[in-house]
């Protein structure tokens, strides 16, 4: 079993619409949740960082954390066709090593 | 603005030939750079850690004497593919912590094709 599972999509949704991406995992040292926004050819951009459990919000993305159940989400409002990107959910205890997940290939249609 | 530089942003060589790529942290000093390699709609993948001043740690699976870091300034890290072959061609992006180990910023990448 992965350390971090995350459906790779992809998924295609309408200008506007609410996107939900999710990451479950299994080991629960875990305590520092981030989500990354990469482009095409591109590293990795910092989205969103989450410590423990609870919610984050900043603008259009808010990033759900619930340790209990080992699931994290990351949520964007009113999506914007320059949101088109994939997504990847990373996570690490108390070291440095961030483990990451797939990846989700998000297509905003105008 | 972009915080950690890779170069060369794209490589092309020739099978057996080593091939250098630099990360640099560009405002800021790294103690610790990482690096990753990306194969196509996979994740990233932790290679080494690199320490400066101090030898890198490879992941279980590296061979640390075909990939060699050097970590040799506060700004600086290399990775040197040595004796390229076609199965190295992939993305290696690098990043670094900035304000603290969650606050971790990558370089732009730098895709390898080897021939």
């Known amino acids: 079993q992965k350390e971090v599972e995350q459906d790779p999509g992809p998924l295609s949704v309408p200008e506007g619409a609410i996107v939900s991406l999710n990451c479950t995992y299994s080991?629960?040292?875990?305590?520092?949740f981030m989500w990354y926004r990469q482009y095409s050819r591109k590293g990795p951009e910092l989205l969103m960082y989450t410590y423990s459990s609870g919610n984050k919000e900043d603008g259009r993305f808010t990033a759900q954390v619930d340790k209990s159940s080992k699931y994290i989400s990351l949520f964007i409002r009113d999506s914007q066709p320059s949101d088109s990107a994939t997504y990847l959910c990373?996570?690490?205890?108390?070291?440095?090593?961030?483990?990451f997940g797939t990846g989700t290939r998000l297509t905003v249609i105008p | 603005g972009a915080v950690v530089s890779q170069h060369p942003s794209r490589v092309i060589c020739k099978s057996g030939t080593s091939v250098k790529i630099e990360c640099r942290s560009l405002?800021?000093?790294?103690?610790?750079m990482f690096w990753y390699r990306q194969f196509p709609k996979q994740s990233l993948m932790l290679m080494a850690t690199s320490n400066e001043g101090s030898k890198a740690t490879y992941e279980q699976g590296v061979e640390k004497d075909k990939f060699l870091i050097n970590h040799a300034s506060l700004t600086l890290s290399t990775l040197t593919v040595t004796s390229a072959h076609p199965e190295d061609s992939s993305f290696y992006i690098c990043?670094?912590?900035?304000?603290?180990?969650?606050?971790?910023?990558f370089g732009p990448g730098t895709r390898l094709t080897v021939t």
């Open positions: 990373a996570m690490r205890t108390g070291a440095n090593n961030l483990f």
């Open positions: 080991n629960s040292a875990f305590q520092y």
């Open positions: 405002d800021f000093q790294a103690t610790t």
């Open positions: 990043s670094a912590p900035r304000q603290g180990p969650s606050e971790q910023y």
